[in-house]
């Protein structure tokens, strides 16, 4: 599941000239068995969802359409990433012409980068909602999403690196494999932590800083209705304030679980590197990168969780309902012309 591979042999700069080495084949069932539940769990979770959007597209939020896009972005980490990893470990070597083991790289890191991205732009979208509410309230105007093609952008073009990066190479006599070929002795150390950089490190501290900006806007809000409107009503004050900052709470989440997901991959990634004693070929290594996709599985459950309860959900899936649950997220007009009417009286 690494953008080198999961495979401990495409981690290396160059083909190995010795011969073939068998392959531990316990791990590589753990690894198929991992690969099978995340892949069944993300596609059935994301298609799910992704249904239910598309059945009340007549009433999409621009919160709806980020979450739309993160399916979209989840499934792509399903079928180009998970997928391909899973059918590579079954056989072992990468059964494919160069075109196509190019063309896998490729998809994998445009999943990486897509659903990182929408998560960052989502964040700032929220940003934008709770701090520059008029802003916000033009741009629902736009005939396009220009933060959702920026991300889908970004994606696309972050990942272009990997169609050089890798081809069908010779890794002993007479087997191939898809090998990422690099620079001796930095380029490998170089690649891993750029991409660490764009894909995980800025994308978090653009996320924090939005974060902690939100929640000071709000607590500054909150706190000046209870001053204006007294003690006595200040519990009911901070009760609707929480109903309508539900979008806010629920991208928090969503990055709370990127990071826990992610973090561990891409540190083992850093530690493989940077380290030449690191355990690549144990067991923990193995796991920890497998499980970074279960970010694609957790994103629809938080979702589905925030906007009401979750067997309404799937009953209103299963029945064709279009009705909207009592508890289900405020729509950005509610949330912003709270927010902003608060802050107004500020000045």
Known sequence: ?????????????????????????????????????????????????????????????????????????????????????????????????????????????????????????????????????????????????????????????????QIFIFSRVQVAPGVFDCWAQFVQPWGLKAYVTWTTLVIFALPVLTVIVCQVRICRAVQLSLRMKTQREGCSSASSVLGLSKARIKTVKMTVVIVLVYVACWAPFFTVQLWSVWDAGAPTESATFTVLMLLASLNSCANPCIYLVFSGPVPKRLLALMCMSHSESKGSVPEDATVVSSVYLSLKSLS
């Open 1 to 161: 599941m690494s953008f080198l591979s999961s495979n401990s042999s495409n981690a290396s700069p160059t083909p190995p000239a010795l011969p073939d080495q068998p392959r531990d084949e316990r791990l590589a069932r753990i690894e198929i068995a991992l690969l099978s539940v995340i892949f069944l769990s993300a596609t059935a979770l994301n298609l799910g969802l992704l249904l239910v959007l598309v059945r009340r597209r007549g009433a999409m939020s621009r919160m709806r359409v980020f979450v739309l896009h993160l399916c979209l972005a989840d499934l792509t980490v399903a079928f180009f990433q998970v997928c391909p990893q899973l059918l590579w470990d079954i056989t072992d070597r990468f059964v494919g012409p160069d075109v196509v083991c190019r063309l896998v790289k490729y998809l994998q890191v445009v999943g990486m980068f897509a659903s990182t991205y929408m998560i960052v732009m989502m964040t700032v979208d929220r940003y934008q909602a709770v701090c520059n509410p008029m802003g916000t309230l033009q741009r629902r105007r736009a005939r396009w999403n220009v933060p959702v093609c920026i991300a889908w952008a970004v994606s696309l073009v972050g990942a272009l690196p």
